[in-house]
């Protein structure tokens, strides 16, 4: 789960960007939150990230514990260069990591999430 500071703005981001599919948007009114799931596939039985809006909060502190979201991709190098042609930010581009034959790429979400794509 990752907390976000514009439910719309992430949604666009993970469904335009990175292909991932809305599965569901619930709003909690008693809670004062929304929560969205997302997902690679359209079924209940898939992996979901899911982000969480809390109304009118609009900054959150990364904090030092959490590291970053990884995820298998096909293509490192045509999926980098079609999140960039859709305005994603690349913070590091595809290429081997460091004493390792392991294909990564870093992107950022709006929120400042880093996300690891690896080569499978």
Not at 17 to 26: A, F, G, V
């Amino acid at each position: 789960m990752l907390r976000v500071k514009n439910l719309e703005d992430s949604i666009n981001f993970y469904v335009h960007i990175l292909k991932m599919k809305l599965i569901r948007k619930t709003e909690y009114p008693h809670g004062k939150f929304t929560l969205a799931f997302l997902s690679f596939k359209t079924n209940d039985t898939e992996p979901f990230l899911e982000l969480t809006y809390n109304w009118g909060v609009e900054k959150y502190d990364l904090g030092d514990s959490f590291g970053h979201i990884a995820i298998g991709v096909e293509d490192i190098y045509s999926i980098c260069e079609e999140i960039k042609k859709k305005g994603g930010k690349i913070t590091r581009e595809p290429g081997p990591m460091k004493g390792s034959k392991s294909i990564l790429a870093f992107v950022e979400d709006p929120n400042g999430y880093k996300i690891e794509l690896l080569q499978r």
